[in-house]
């Protein structure tokens, strides 16, 4: 089991800047790739950045450029740098955790626990 807990969201104006974290408790050792998903009203939930344990990274290309994701393994947590932000970017942002899990009698699998989502407004 992973808890996870995000902090940083708010309302800013466009242009502005925000930094989102995430906390991850539990199981951390099984901890493969974390990151941020996000979800605005009446779309579907959307990737926006992720981290393998490599240190890789991908991004959503509507945000590639302007945010960046950084991870700390010996505090378990995740951060996402947002810059040059836009009202488009305004959405619940959630923070996910891809743990290793064994299953009995099928194995080892990915199983991903998320966050409980926190406001991200981009508004004048």
């Known amino acids: 089991q992973v808890q996870l807990v995000e902090s940083g969201g708010g309302l800013v104006q466009p242009g502005g800047s925000l930094r989102l974290s995430c906390a991850a408790s539990g199981s951390t050792l099984s901890i493969n790739n974390m990151g941020w998903h996000r979800q605005a009203p009446g779309q579907e939930r959307e990737l926006v950045a992720a981290i393998r344990s490599g240190d890789s990274t991908n991004y959503a290309d509507s945000v590639k450029g302007r945010f960046t994701i950084s991870r700390d393994n010996v505090k378990n947590m995740v951060s996402l740098q947002m810059n040059s932000l836009k009202p488009e970017d305004t959405a619940v942002y959630y923070c996910?955790?891809?743990?290793?899990?064994?299953?009995?009698?099928?194995?080892?699998?990915?199983?991903?626990?998320w966050g409980q989502g926190t406001q991200v407004t981009v508004s004048s």
């Open positions: 996910y955790a891809e743990v290793r899990t064994y299953y009995p009698g099928i194995g080892y699998r990915p199983r991903n626990y």
